[in-house]
T-cell receptor
Framework: DGGITQSPKYLFRKEGQNVTLSCEQNLNHDAMYWYRQDPGQGLRLIYYSQIVNDFQKGDIAEGYSVSREKKESFPLTVTSAQKNPTAFYLC??????????????FGPGTRLTVT | GNSVTQMEGPVTLSEEAFLTINCTYTATGYPSLFWYVQYPGEGLQLLLKATKADDKGSNKGFEATYRKETTSFHLEKGSVQVSDSAVYFCALSPNSGGYQKVTFGIGTKLQVIP
């Protein structure tokens, strides 16, 4: 089955530790994205990548880092510099469709709790 | 810039009631419009889409019509079920050269009671 996998589903870390969230897709999509979801704030874009070895900051990139060494993989590192890291993190991918439309497909999410 | 406006909710309905969740947008040109659904603890799933004015997207009894004149894409369902309880996100994708990010609304929580 084609899709996006995120692991783990739940992640617990102590304050001051970096943590890496995994995202893998087998949809052969060029573009991948990371969003953060907090109650009452919808989705906020952290980073996105349109092609391998290239990525751009989204709206809330501070305290996060990414890499895109393979088309299938787009891991997100939450660093100790991120002030409020506890959140639900969603990975998505897309290909450019007709009319230059970017229809996104989402993974199941990772809930990160930092104490 | 682009924006999507929808009520946060929660919207509480009895089973078999009629559902409308309003969505209006601001964008230049002719964006594509989407509704996504998120069940508790899960990621977003594409529910339906429309790519040009007057298009109607439909899926699983839900439908929405792309209204350019009112810049709206309201989600409707004739008879909701308890299993429809979820958060619904309206979104737009600009269709103008090069990559532009998808803009999401804040999400509307729907609660259907038996």
């Amino acid at each position: 089955d084609g899709g996006i996998t995120q692991s783990p589903k739940y992640l617990f870390r102590k304050e001051g530790q970096n943590v890496t969230l995994s995202c893998e897709q087998n949809l052969n999509h060029d573009a991948m994205y990371w969003y953060r979801q907090d109650p009452g704030q919808g989705l906020r874009l952290i980073y996105y990548s349109q092609i391998v070895n290239d990525f751009q900051k989204g709206d809330i990139a501070e305290g996060y880092s990414v890499s895109r060494e393979k088309k299938e993989s787009f891991p997100l590192t939450v660093t100790s510099a991120q002030k409020n890291p506890t959140a639900f993190y969603l990975c998505a991918s897309s290909t450019r469709g007709q009319l230059n439309t970017y229809e996104q497909y989402f993974g199941p999410g990772t809930r990160l709790t930092v104490t | 810039g682009n924006s999507v406006t929808q009520m946060e909710g929660p919207v509480t309905l009895s089973e078999e009631a009629f559902l409308t969740i309003n969505c209006t947008y601001t964008a230049t040109g002719y964006p594509s419009l989407f509704w996504y659904v998120q069940y508790p603890g899960e990621g977003l799933q594409l529910l339906l889409k429309a790519t040009k004015a007057d298009d109607k997207g439909s899926n699983k009894g839900f439908e929405a019509t792309y209204r350019k004149e009112t810049t709206s894409f309201h989600l409707e369902k004739g008879s909701v079920q308890v299993s429809d309880s979820a958060v619904y996100f309206c979104a737009l994708s600009p269709n103008s050269g090069g990559y532009q990010k998808v803009t999401f609304g804040i999400g509307t929580k729907l609660q259907v009671i038996p």
